[in-house]
């Protein structure tokens, strides 16, 4: 079976550009999550996801932060502007439902200059 | 609001030796799921075991068990018979919906 997976690994930007991270969840999983995780830091929930309605949203910051899971599979996450402390790692995860074991994917790493 | 403390930053253990990693929780949910995770350099998180706060028996998956005192809210990890391979960042998470993370703990196997 086919873990989540996230494109791209690493991203250099510089500040005030915009950025878009694909997250595709394992097959057949309702719940999807994005996390940012910052060095040093765990990671922090950034959105939940049921099929291709928001759960949870509470601790994006939606001035800059954007996410879609259009037909409840795939989804991107968008930083427009990026800011210095948009540097992390942004992890998706995916469950095959709410209340259920998290799957992580590999990660991106963003650098913002 | 839930938190999660662990207090070991760092920690150095001779191959084959047992290692156990603190974790303890803060939460006023009754029903509360505390799961630990390793995170090795190349990033991905990977789910090593799981404790459900009603489970009667500590929980234990080969060589990881979790010491788990629901009076002191702590679910420490121990592993047993280290590998060099287990040199990682771990991390313990509780919620059920939505997780909550430590800091983590960087653990190093030394030969």
């Known amino acids: 079976e086919a873990g989540v997976a996230q494109s791209p690994r690493y991203k250099i930007i510089e500040k005030r550009q915009s950025v878009a991270f694909w997250c595709n969840p394992i097959s057949g999983h309702a719940t999807l999550y994005w996390y940012q995780q910052i060095l040093g830091q765990g990671p922090k929930l950034l959105i939940q996801f049921q099929n291709n309605g928001v759960v949870d949203d509470s601790q994006l910051p939606k001035d800059r932060f954007s996410a879609e899971r259009l037909k409840g599979v795939d989804s991107t996450l968008k930083i427009q502007p990026a800011k210095l402390e948009d540097s992390a790692v942004y992890l998706c995860a995916s469950s095959p439902g709410t209340n259920t074991l998290q799957f992580f994917g590999p990660g991106t790493r963003l650098t913002v200059l | 609001a839930q938190k999660i403390t662990q207090t070991q930053p760092g920690m150095f253990v001779q191959e084959k030796e047992a290692v156990t990693l603190d974790c303890t929780y803060d939460?006023?949910?009754?029903?509360?799921?505390l799961f630990w995770y390793k995170q090795p350099s190349s990033g991905e998180m990977i789910f090593l075991i799981y404790q459900g706060s009603y489970d009667q028996q500590n929980a234990t998956e080969g060589r990881y068990s979790l010491n788990f005192q629901k009076a002191r809210k702590s679910a420490n990890l121990v592993i047993s018979a280290s590998q060099l391979g287990d040199s990682a960042m771990y991390f313990c998470?509780?919620?059920?919906?939505?997780?909550?993370f430590g800091t983590g703990t960087r653990l190093t196997i030394i030969p």
């Open positions: 939460t006023s949910d009754p029903s509360y799921g």
């Open positions: 998470a509780g919620g059920n919906e939505k997780l909550t």
